[in-house]
């Protein structure tokens, strides 16, 4: 069933209002969700709002909040996200980011106190729409092994990155630093697919291949040690530089009901217009981007980002994929809710 952008956008304002959520965050999560999919990251999406939901009913992601800035340096920022969504404190962030480096070059933002994020490609492709370069990073529930290690003792750590381009698109980098997602366990079990050998072990270090059974397992970092690499950097700058809780300290998402999660975020805006003109910038990113896809036998290279942009152009003209098992979900909801929902 694919739903008109406004309509779907008007449902999840009517569904989060009635879940208990104050506008100004209602307005960040129902961007947010809207955005993930159209862009076909749905396991970002409205699928997302029952957990988010009843962690506000629980008291977990608090509703109000008041988060406080506090301007650190010219180019620095921190922001106590006062426990509210993760969605909400990280728009600030990298709104707060552009207006930075609008001012310097470049603005960098810290964020505590807060709460799961969501999509890292959503706030990237905010400093891209203002034609910067984009940088956001959240710890998250430890999940992930150490390299070598049989333990979870790392969250699946996200770190996305966008640049511009001249069309308004953008090359759009967003990735979980383990060999895969937490949302990808559940849609494996969604879709009874088998998770390849690599993915996650047990108590023994032995591989995983039902998905049932990665949830009480561990996941591995993507790469071996590069991957694990790439988690501590998500850690330190997520975590330890802002203040947020470092790795065992963050909360589950599903299984923390009774506590926020205590996670934090990193967000970078640099403005591209302080290095060269914008044009000449998008004429380098092109020419890359032949480099990269036009060689002989590279018929099927795509940038990453490619199939985000084809999806939402999709989503546009024809509306808003929604899954049959989440349409049941969301009916599910609105139903418990006293919300009447008419898609059409």
């Not at 079990?189 to 998905?211: R, V, W, Y």
């Amino acid at each position: 069933m694919r739903i008109d952008q406004q309509r779907y956008r008007q449902v999840l304002e009517s569904l989060l209002a009635a879940g208990g959520v104050d506008l100004a965050q209602a307005e960040s999560v129902a961007d947010n969700l809207t955005w993930c999919d159209m862009a076909g990251r749905r396991n970002h999406g409205i699928e997302r709002l029952p957990i988010l939901l009843k962690r506000v009913r629980a008291g977990a992601i608090k509703c109000p909040c008041d988060p406080q800035i506090s301007r650190l340096a010219s180019a620095i920022a921190r922001i106590d996200a006062d426990s509210g969504f993760g969605h909400h404190a990280a728009k600030l962030g990298m709104d707060l980011a552009c207006e930075l480096a609008a001012e310097t070059g470049i603005g960098a933002v810290g964020v505590h106190n807060s709460n799961f994020f969501g999509a890292g490609a959503y706030y990237v492709q905010l400093a891209a729409d203002r034609g910067m370069i984009g940088l956001a990073t959240s710890n998250s529930f430890i999940k992930v092994a150490a390299h070598g290690g049989l333990k979870p003792v790392l969250g699946t750590n996200p770190l996305a990155f966008s640049a511009p381009r001249a069309d308004g698109r953008s090359i759009i980098i967003d990735m979980s630093t383990a060999a895969m997602a937490g949302s990808s366990v559940r849609e494996a079990i969604a879709k009874g697919k088998m998770l390849e050998p690599g993915l996650a072990i047990d108590a023994s270090g032995a591989p995983i291949l039902d998905p049932m059974l990665a949830t009480a397992g561990t996941l591995l970092s993507a790469a071996g040690a590069k991957g694990f690499g790439l988690a501590i950097l998500v850690e330190l700058l997520s975590a330890v530089l802002t203040g947020a809780g470092v790795a065992g300290e963050v909360a589950s998402m599903y299984a923390d009901l009774d506590r926020p999660g205590n996670n934090g975020h990193f967000l970078l805006a640099i403005d591209i217009a302080r290095w060269m003109p914008p044009e000449y910038f998008h004429r380098r990113v092109e020419a890359l981007a032949v480099a990269l896809t036009t060689p002989p036998g590279s018929q099927d290279v795509r940038l990453p980002g490619d199939a985000r942009w084809e999806e939402i152009s999709r989503s546009r003209r024809e509306g808003i994929l929604i899954e049959d098992h989440v349409l049941a979900q969301i009916e599910l909801l609105a139903g418990n809710l006293g919300v009447t929902l008419d898609w059409r």
